[in-house]
């Protein structure tokens, strides 16, 4: 997890409150992605980061947005927390290995559970 | 809906037996890769294949892949009870650097 930090590491918030999750590096990278994982699903993409103010939805981006002012931090905001968005959220980043799909290999921060009751 | 389908969803061996997992993707790919998942930890990558390699190698760990059947297999041989993770794959739809996982296999090895 060198390099990647995400913050809370858990969090427990009441359905209807806004929760902002922090993912923050210090590797310099150009790529940076938010994922949640839950039982039975892997690991899905919610947004991606590809530059500062450069950013594009995934799988899931319903109910979720993010916000990269600066290069080392990749904000992941709930507006109003359901409980269907209760999971663990993953931060990733990645330097770019090329313009070709799938060729970014990701490090991944050690997770942020997150509770919505 | 997701790009790759591991199957299968669950495996487990005795340590020193090799382990194989599949891979099912559902759009043409420049790339695929593997990353591994200890519990309660972030992902790991463990190998990248591009779509014109057959075959790789890295350690105990052999991939394949078939752009033809748009699957891709990892072998773990001589597995160890530390070989114990999910395992995943993960491809890259389009021109975009989106990178997508599967569902995953969760491997138990033991000892």
């Known amino acids: 997890d060198a390099g990647i930090t995400q913050s809370p590491r858990h969090k427990v918030t009441e359905t209807g409150t806004p929760v902002t999750l922090r993912c923050h590096q210090t590797?310099?990278?150009?790529?940076m992605y938010w994922y949640r994982q839950d039982p039975g699903h892997g690991l899905r993409l919610i947004h991606y980061s590809y530059g500062v103010k450069d950013t594009d939805k995934g799988e899931v981006s319903d109910g979720y947005s993010v916000s990269r002012s600066k290069t080392e931090d990749f904000l992941l905001t709930l507006e109003s927390a359901t409980s269907s968005q209760t999971s663990v959220y993953f931060c990733?980043?990645?330097?770019?290995?090329?313009?070709?799909?799938?060729?970014?290999?990701?490090?991944f921060g050690a997770g942020s559970r997150l509770t919505v009751l | 809906s997701q790009q790759g389908e591991e199957d299968p969803q669950a495996l487990s061996i005795q340590e020193g037996e090799n382990a194989t997992m599949n891979c099912s993707y559902k759009t043409s790919i420049n790339n695929l890769q593997w990353y591994r998942q200890n519990s309660g930890r972030g992902l790991v990558h463990l190998i990248l294949?591009?779509?014109?390699?057959r075959e790789k190698h890295s350690g105990r760990l052999r991939v394949t892949l078939d752009t033809s059947k748009k699957s891709s297999s990892l072998l773990i041989t001589a597995s160890r009870a530390a070989d114990t993770a999910s395992y995943f794959c993960?491809?890259?739809?389009?021109?975009?650097?989106?990178?997508?996982f599967g569902t995953g296999t969760l491997l138990a090895v033991q000892p």
């Open positions: 993960a491809t890259g739809p389009g021109s975009t650097n989106k990178l997508i």
């Open positions: 590797e310099n990278h150009r790529y």
């Open positions: 294949i591009r779509s014109n390699e």
């Open positions: 990733a980043i990645s330097e770019g290995q090329g313009p070709f799909s799938g060729a970014n290999v990701l490090t």
